[in-house]
Structures are given as structure tokens and as C-alpha cells.
């Protein structure tokens, strides 16, 4: 998978951060848990300014690719428009298909920093349509999001 973000964006290196697992904005953070073997391979990739700069796509802040078991992770953290943050996500998977396709274990997750509770439960039937329609896991999750990738637990 690596490979293939190399051969599809080769001038972008400076965009991806290995060894990191967590992304922080607009007072949201995600954190991948890990043990230490597996968090080296992790390559974290800033794709809003950086990897896709163009200011008129929309797509998510950031991707997490984690090689062994083909896992990729896509993020945005958001203030509390969940339905833009999940358009930002369904574009995103559309520009980087290729990587997508080849991931075997694939999750997008929302870091609101507030979920108004009468979108709660649209947001339940949105979370279905994405397994359906790409085989991703979409999960929405306030403030701050643990992901254990051993036991693929969100805290």
C-alpha cells in the first residue's frame, strides 16, 4: 500500500509522518493504539493542503496506513458539521480508490467536537450505507477517539 501511494503521488513524500498515530485539529484528536513493532510501520498522511492541496475537492485531514493486515484509516476532525465531514470522506475515497481497493481492513472515522443529537440517528444510517457501499467502518466519535487495532475497540 505504501508502495502504491508512492507510484500514485511520488512528488508528496513530505506529506507523510511514519511512526505517528495520532492527528489533532479543531480541538478533535485521534489516537491509533499499538504496540510498539506496529506503530513504526504506520505512516500517517496529511491529505488536506498537502497530499490533495486543491482547495475546490473535498477530502478528509488525514489517512493512517498501516501495512501489516492492508488497514487504512481515514480522518476528519471536525467542529460539529458532521454531513460535510462525511461528504469530505465519501470524496476522499473516491480520489484515492486505488489505495482503498487495496486495503483489506478499511475504517473513516469523525472527530466532531460536538454532535447535535437530532442528526444521531441519521448518523446510525449513514454508518450502515458506508459498510454496504464501500465495505468501510464509518464511526463518529466526540472530542477524542482511541482506536485499539488489536481488538479494533474505539474508546
Request: glycine residues 4%; hydrophobic residues 40%; aromatic residues 8%.
Amino acid at each position: 500500500m505504501v508502495e502504491k501511494l508512492k507510484e500514485l503521488y511520488p512528488e508528496k513524500i513530505m506529506c507523510w509522518e511514519p511512526g505517528k498515530t495520532s492527528a489533532k485539529e479543531k480541538n478533535a484528536c485521534f489516537t491509533i493504539e499499538c504496540d510498539k513493532n506496529i506503530k513504526e510501520t504506520i505512516v500517517k498522511v496529511w491529505i488536506d493542503g498537502c497530499l490533495i492541496p486543491d482547495q475546490d475537492k473535498k477530502k478528509c485531514d488525514y489517512m493512517f496506513i498501516i501495512p501489516e493486515g492492508k488497514v487504512l484509516i481515514l480522518v476528519e476532525c471536525k467542529g460539529n458539521d458532521v454531513k460535510k465531514a462525511i461528504e469530505q470522506i465519501r470524496s476522499t475515497i473516491q480520489i484515492l480508490k486505488p489505495l482503498v481497493d487495496l486495503s483489506s481492513q478499511k475504517y473513516a472515522f469523525i472527530v466532531p467536537t460536538m454532535v447535535a443529537p437530532a442528526i444521531q440517528s441519521n448518523i446510525q444510517i449513514v454508518m450502515k450505507k458506508f459498510m454496504r457501499e464501500y465495505g468501510i467502518e464509518l464511526i463518529v466519535k466526540s472530542h477524542h477517539c482511541d482506536f485499539n487495532l488489536a481488538n479494533k475497540k474505539v474508546n
